[in-house]
Every structure is written in C-alpha cells, then in structure tokens.
C-alpha cells in the first residue's frame, strides 16, 4: 500500500486551493474587447470596468489611430495608444494599435477613433471607428 506523507498531502491541498484563488481573481478583471467588426455597436459597462479597443493599423504608412471624440469623465483613456507588431511578418506589414479606456462614472459617452497621419492636420481620417458606451 502506498502512503503519501502528510506534509506532501498538504502542500497538494494547498497548491490546490491556490489555484482556485487565482483563478477567482481572473475573472474579476472585468475587461471588454472589441475590434473593427464592433464599429457602431452600443457598449455596456460597470464602473471601473476595462475596455480595449484593438484595431489593425501599419505604423509604416504614417498612419495611427486616436481619439477624436469622447468624454473623460466618463470613460478616461489609460496611457498612449499601444502598437503590436505583427508576430511574424513581411517588413512594412501591419499590426494592431490597441487603446484601453477605463469606465469612471454612470453615463453614456461617445467614443470616435481617427485613423490618420498625425502630421496631416487638415485631412481627413482614412478611417474612423465609433462606440457608443454606457457606464452603469
């Protein structure tokens, strides 16, 4: 008969339960991602809840996204707009620019990206992406 000494026993339990801790808190990040397919879409979030806007971009045209239009106090910007580059690619591919806001207050609040050359003040974007977002 096999018998399994009582502190590896516990330290089992243990590993066990901690692994259940850490995965209750995971699911506590309450964080919302959407990308080019949700252009349009109505967003409902809880205060202090993430959102993460992901949408293609190639920095080597000039060419970035950034906002044109919503209100902080209810749904406040964290940090620059973030680039990743392409895992694998060709040189000149494309990447993602990945923007993340944070829900501050009860409200709605328009959310307008503009996908342009920062450089080229009096044009137009090539693009734009919208969101409307309510914090509940």
């Given at each position: 008969m096999n018998h399994v000494p009582r502190w590896i026993a516990a330290m089992l339990v243990l590993g066990g339960l901690a692994c259940l801790a850490l995965d209750a808190s995971a699911g506590d990040e309450k964080v919302t991602k959407v990308n080019e397919k949700n252009d349009g879409d109505k967003i409902k979030l809880t205060k202090g809840a993430t959102l993460e806007i992901r949408?293609?971009?190639?920095?080597?045209?000039?060419?970035?996204?950034?906002?044109?239009?919503?209100?902080?106090?209810?749904?406040?910007?964290?940090?620059?707009?973030?680039?990743?580059?392409?895992?694998?690619?060709?040189?000149?591919?494309?990447?993602?620019?990945?923007?993340?806001?944070?829900?501050?207050?009860?409200?709605?609040?328009?959310?307008?990206?503009?996908?342009?050359?920062?450089?080229?003040?009096?044009?137009?974007?090539?693009?734009t992406f919208k969101l409307t977002v309510t914090v509940e």
């Open positions: 949408l293609k971009s190639n920095r080597t045209t000039g060419f970035s996204w950034s906002i044109a239009k919503s209100d902080k106090e209810i749904i406040k910007q964290m940090g620059d707009v973030k680039y990743e580059r392409p895992a694998k690619g060709a040189i000149g591919a494309g990447g993602t620019d990945v923007i993340t806001f944070t829900a501050e207050k009860a409200g709605t609040s328009e959310v307008e990206l503009a996908y342009k050359r920062p450089f080229e003040k009096d044009t137009p974007p090539a693009k």
